[in-house]
């Protein structure tokens, strides 16, 4: 049987207000919560057996996955207390099921990646690994830590972040994706805080562990802030990322219950929720519009969120901004790039005029 555990703890703070009340996974992308793209993908690498390591609203996701049976058998392991990314693979692992040798594969909740895990799968059991890393190559690894690797792919360290660019000794960096050996996930201490990229992968290659990387030059993205969440989910919709989930390549998205008036255009793989109403004149590109949003005659919306039950008065313009749920933009509004409304907050018809780039959330009163 084929195993899986799926990191869901964190609380997505980079995403708020969306995460106020919805764990990161469990937003919206491309028609569906992520969190069910990347289950999808499990399933189709042949895994019968995932656990969902939960922390932060772990209710959530037993409602969201509650009567779920399509042939693939659930667990949740809930942290109580933080315990950093190696903990808390190590606190899901005890509910695993498989032998010692068995190969466990281990995702970030956060991570849309066309990786195919099934050869991931196979480049751990060819080197007999106790743990293979999926590497992704970056244009500017300065953001993120290092992992060189020698000509067989054997991880000869972990570097931090490099400040320089004579640093940059790899481009290849930690993509989220792991494949352990049991035996090694249960070695992971189960009483404190650990870091797997800090503590547990530098410290088996130190020991002379089988530490391999399988890199790979797929479609890779973080989806931890707003613009990369609204980018990953138009790239599902227009086929630059797949999965299982969504049909052909396509401009956008559209729930059979939303409408879209004749002269609104929705392009740039946007996707419209469910009883939403886009109307005459809307301009939606590369967006994410919730469900029962009413976007009102000749708004415009760019690579924006706008969520459930809010509304967009006309003539407004939206750019690379987040509305939370529940809140009116009044019309002839012109909302600078970074701003996020939170949930429940009202701005009146030519409101606050706010200018240059906004580093905090407006707050409802």
Same mark, same amino acid.
């Given at each position: 049987?084929?195993?899986?555990?799926?990191?869901?703890?964190?609380?997505?703070?980079?995403?708020?207000?969306?995460?106020?009340?919805?764990?990161?996974?469990?937003?919206?992308?491309?028609?569906?919560?992520?969190?069910?793209?990347?289950?999808?993908?499990?399933?189709?690498?042949?895994?019968?057996?995932?656990?969902?390591?939960?922390?932060?609203?772990?209710?959530?996701?037993?409602?969201?996955?509650?009567?779920?049976?399509?042939?693939?058998?659930? $667990?949740?392991?809930?942290?109580?207390?933080?315990?950093?990314?190696?903990?808390?693979?190590?606190?899901?692992?005890?509910?695993?099921?498989?032998?010692?040798?068995?190969?466990?594969?281990?995702?970030?909740?956060?991570?849309? $990646?066309?990786?195919?895990?099934?050869?991931?799968?196979?480049?751990?059991?060819?080197?007999?690994?106790?743990?293979?890393?999926?590497?992704t190559r970056v244009a500017d690894p300065r953001a993120f830590g290092l992992v060189p690797t020698d000509a067989s792919g054997?991880?000869?360290?972990?570097?931090?972040?490099?400040?320089?660019?004579?640093?940059?000794?790899?481009?290849?960096?930690?993509?989220?994706?792991?494949?352990?050996?049991?035996?090694?996930?249960?070695?992971?201490?189960?009483d404190r805080e650990v870091s797997v990229e800090q503590e547990t992968f530098p410290r088996l290659v130190a020991d002379g562990g089988r530490v391999f990387g399988h890199t790979t030059d797929d479609y890779w993205r973080d989806l931890g802030t707003p613009l990369a969440f609204v980018h990953g989910s138009a790239d599902l919709v227009t086929g630059r990322a797949d999965s299982p989930l969504v049909g052909p390549p396509a401009e956008a998205l559209v729930h059979p219950t939303a409408t879209v008036h004749p002269t609104a255009r929705v392009t740039g793989g946007s996707t419209v929720g469910p009883h939403a109403v886009i109307g005459p004149r809307v301009v939606v590109d590369r967006s994410i519009i919730g469900a029962r949003v009413t976007v009102a005659e000749g708004a415009r919306i760019h690579e924006s969120v706008v969520d459930h039950d809010s509304s967009i008065g006309n003539e407004s313009f939206l750019r690379e901004v987040v509305v939370g749920c529940h809140a009116h933009?009044?019309?002839?509004?012109?909302?600078?790039?970074?701003?996020?409304? $939170?949930?429940g907050i009202r701005i009146p018809t030519q409101g606050v005029r706010v200018s240059g780039t906004a580093a905090a959330c407006l707050t409802a009163h």
């Open positions: 049987m084929q195993e899986a555990i799926i990191l869901v703890g964190g609380k997505g703070t980079r995403l708020r207000p969306l995460t106020n009340h919805t764990p990161k996974p469990l937003l919206g992308v491309a028609g569906s919560s992520f969190i069910r793209h990347q289950v999808a993908k499990l399933m189709d690498a042949g895994v019968e057996h995932l656990v969902f390591a939960t922390s932060y609203l772990a209710g959530l996701f037993e409602e969201e996955f509650r009567g779920f049976s399509e042939g693939l058998d659930i $667990s949740y392991a809930v942290e109580e207390v933080p315990l950093g990314t190696g903990g808390a693979i190590r606190n899901a692992g005890r509910l695993l099921r498989g032998p010692a040798d068995a190969p466990v594969l281990v995702l970030n909740g956060d991570i849309l $990646s066309g990786v195919d895990l099934r050869a991931v799968l196979a480049h751990h059991e060819a080197n007999e690994a106790d743990v293979t890393l999926h590497l054997r991880v000869l360290s972990f570097l931090e972040k490099p400040k320089t660019q004579e640093e940059c000794v790899t481009d290849q960096i930690n993509a989220g994706c792991y494949v352990f050996r049991r035996a090694v996930l249960d070695a992971i201490p189960g933009v009044g019309a002839e509004n012109e909302l600078p790039a970074q701003l996020r409304l $939170s949930c």
